[in-house]
T-cell receptor
Framework: AQTVTQSQPEMSVQEAETVTLSCTYDTSESDYYLFWYKQPPSRQMILVIRQEAYKQQNATENRFSVNFQKAAKSFSLKISDSQLGDAAMYFCAYVNQAGTALIFGKGTTLSVSS | GAVVSQHPSRVICKSGTSVKIECRSLDFQATTMFWYRQFPKQSLMLMATSNEGSKATYEQGVEKDKFLINHASLTLSTLTVTSAHPEDSSFYIC??????????????FGEGSRLTVL
């Protein structure tokens, strides 16, 4: 069975600094998708970044980038130039190619201070 | 991106009554939708997978008779909490995966529904 582990329940960062949220997963499949979702106090789930397992290149979206290590089954999220609006709960998610397995990590609460 | 709309966003009901939550895909067809439950400061727990035109697939431990799911059309799935009790109070979120949308299999989420059972 697939699992997703976020080992940091809480993280904090100062404005303009960089923070990395960790995520590891376990699967026996070779093709799958990995996502980072952000859930602000409004509780709306917002997609931050996605990574297809077959792509070796790490995904980037503006200030957000991932370090995808397929062999190590690691998928960390780096937030550069942190902003107050980045404060939220962040979930790492695994989806198998067939879409029949959707697994979320337990989440990391990120606080940003000025 | 694709839009998933959930209604109502908040609902308060008396113990013993039933509550229906709707999840609509506004600009795409969703053959499969997913229903989650989330307790405060916790992760999303998958309750069931809703399949258009067929029975939902429930996760282990989820009472199918209490949480009725209907997916009658390609754009609408409903979750009915029957004979609700205070322990059913929670935040319920639906999502749909868009097949072929930029080929990424991305999940789109509704806004969530906060259920409070008195």
């Amino acid at each position: 069975a697939q699992t997703v582990t976020q080992s940091q329940p809480e993280m904090s960062v100062q404005e303009a600094e960089t923070v990395t949220l960790s995520c590891t997963y376990d699967t026996s499949e070779s093709d799958y998708y990995l996502f980072w979702y952000k859930q602000p106090p409004s509780r709306q789930m917002i997609l931050v970044i996605r990574q297809e397992a077959y792509k070796q290149q790490n995904a980037t979206e503006n200030r957000f980038s991932v370090n995808f290590q397929k062999a190590a089954k690691s998928f960390s999220l780096k937030i550069s130039d942190s902003q107050l609006g980045d404060a939220a709960m962040y979930f790492c998610a695994y989806v198998n190619q067939a879409g029949t397995a959707l697994i979320f990590g337990k989440g990391t609460t990120l606080s940003v201070s000025s | 991106g694709a839009v998933v709309s959930q209604h109502p966003s908040r609902v308060i009901c008396k113990s013993g009554t039933s509550v229906k939550i709707e999840c609509r895909s506004l600009d795409f067809q969703a053959t499969t939708m997913f229903w989650y439950r989330q307790f405060p400061k916790q992760s999303l727990m998958l309750m069931a997978t809703s399949n258009e035109g067929s029975k939902a697939t429930y996760e282990q431990g989820v009472e199918k008779d209490k949480f009725l799911i209907n997916h009658a059309s390609l754009t609408l799935s409903t979750l009915t909490v029957t004979s609700a009790h205070p322990e059913d109070s929670s935040f319920y979120i639906c999502s749909a995966r868009v097949w072929g949308f930029r080929g990424t299999g991305e999940l789109f989420f509704g806004e969530g529904s906060r259920l409070t059972v008195l």
